[in-house]
């Protein structure tokens, strides 16, 4: 008999709260040095990074917690309405957010990662889509939270 081995999710895989948490405190503790991204998060909400944390652990697998004090993915759809984002924004910010997955210790295994990045392209041009959006149009209220996992790699290699 082979022992079958239970896939964690990739919201497990990357430390769950801690780390998401870690991670975007981090990260946003960085974008004021940026001179790409300091005029976008110049007004940022105190808890913005905790937010952003439970938006992609729900997304990555995890609680709920988003769309349960939130409003789920069309209240993140309504804060990027209006922005004009650029492509040159959404560039920086996807580097500087993996640069700081590798500060903070996330994990680097290449399966975590290609899921990890391939969720950040995703969604951070989705973001650029929005942001194009005039905040007076009526967005869909009913859009479903992403969900994201492994992918064809099926889970991290465990040896």
Known sequence: MSEQKTVPTLYE???????????????????????LLRDV????????????????????GGPKVYS????GHAHMIRKHMGRNLTDEQRRRWMSLLLE??????LPDDPEFRSAFVGYLEWGSRLAVINSKLDPAATEDTTAPMPQWSWGAVGGPYQG
């Open 100 to 105: 700081t997955a590798d500060e903070v210790g």
């Open 13 to 35: 895989w990357a430390g769950g709260s801690p780390a998401l948490e870690r991670l975007f405190v981090r990260f946003y503790q960085r974008v004021p040095a940026e001179p």
């Open 68 to 71: 349960e004090e939130h409003g």
């Open 41 to 60: 998060f110049a007004q940022m909400d105190p808890h913005h990074a905790q937010h952003v944390a439970v938006f992609v652990g729900e997304v990555l």
